[in-house]
């Protein structure tokens, strides 16, 4: 999406990837795509394939910036333009600190605080996480992933669905063992009211997850759709989305679902979803890992059905700050300050 949107507006965009992989996004036809590797290395091999490369085409092109996009590419960019003076922006997509009940590896500190300084530049998506990371890192920049989904021209008709979708063997992130709990406390109030939860998964996770469905007497108010292709569809037709996530550094799927009218309700890890849902009109944000705020906020859009379709309408509107073209705008401007220095 960044690399179309730049390239829409003018710029001259290469796309590096492994081609070897099947390429299952649109690219527009005036972005050039280029093969990361020379053949299906693995391992350090893999690495070197790709530095090299890359390493010996930018000596000739001298592009006028690079974005890594996360910690791999981003180090593999920086090690490849050593001496070169092209500066590398990495972006992250994830949240800079975790709770206690899911901790940050070692590793992912240090590539977040330690590696993050050898760039011109580093992108977060959140206010939040630019005041985690405070004076550790320099030229910090906010930058939120854009929306993927063209929101609708007003509110679908909805069915009495309550929507979840994420990887279901991230279960305990996503918090949807949270969920199950919150929705079994309130879900004999609304008999005519299913839960669904939309990912793929290993029979395991899918195994455990319906235990708990099970454990908290919601099996025929609760359904896993699996992988869905047709996510939009899936969300125009649900009436409230919510995300339950331990925590999360963004919530893409968050304002996928407000696009489609969704109204939502998301649980706010320090505040990185009030970055999405700024007010009460939008939908209804509460704290992380507490499943009897989470049944409140499902119960209040259930039984208040005007305040539903307001947050409904609102959400529409709210969604459209994360548009490409304001994004793209974004971005404009980070490459002009970079430009200027």
Known sequence: MLANGLAQRGHQVTLWADLYDQVTYPIDERVTLSNLYTKQYSGL??????????????????????????????????????????PVISTVHDAFEHPKSAPMSSFEYFHKFYLNKLYRCVTVLTHADKKIIGKRLKNVYVMPNPLGLAPVVEVPQKDKVILAAGRLDSWYVKGFDLLIEAWGQIAHRHPDWTLKIAGSGT????????????????????????????????????????????????????????????????ADYKGRQKDIITDESEGITCEPEDAVLLARGMDQLISDEDYRLSVQQHSIEASKRFSLNKIIDKWEHLLTILSDN
């Open 203 to 266: 029979d395991t996770s899918k195994q455990f997850i319906q235990r708990l469905a099970k454990k908290h007497q919601i099996e025929n108010q609760f359904q896993l759709i699996g992988f869905q292709k047709n996510i939009d569809e899936i969300y125009k037709s649900s009436a409230i989305f919510v995300l339950s996530s331990r925590y999360e550094g963004f919530g893409l799927v968050l304002i996928e679902a407000m696009s489609q009218g969704c109204a939502c309700v998301a």
């Open 45 to 86: 091999a893999k690495w070197r394939n790709s530095i090299h490369n890359l390493r010996n085409t930018w000596k000739k092109e001298k592009p006028e910036v690079v974005i890594g996009i996360m910690w791999a590419c981003s180090l593999k960019a920086r090690i490849a333009t050593i001496g070169l003076n092209v």
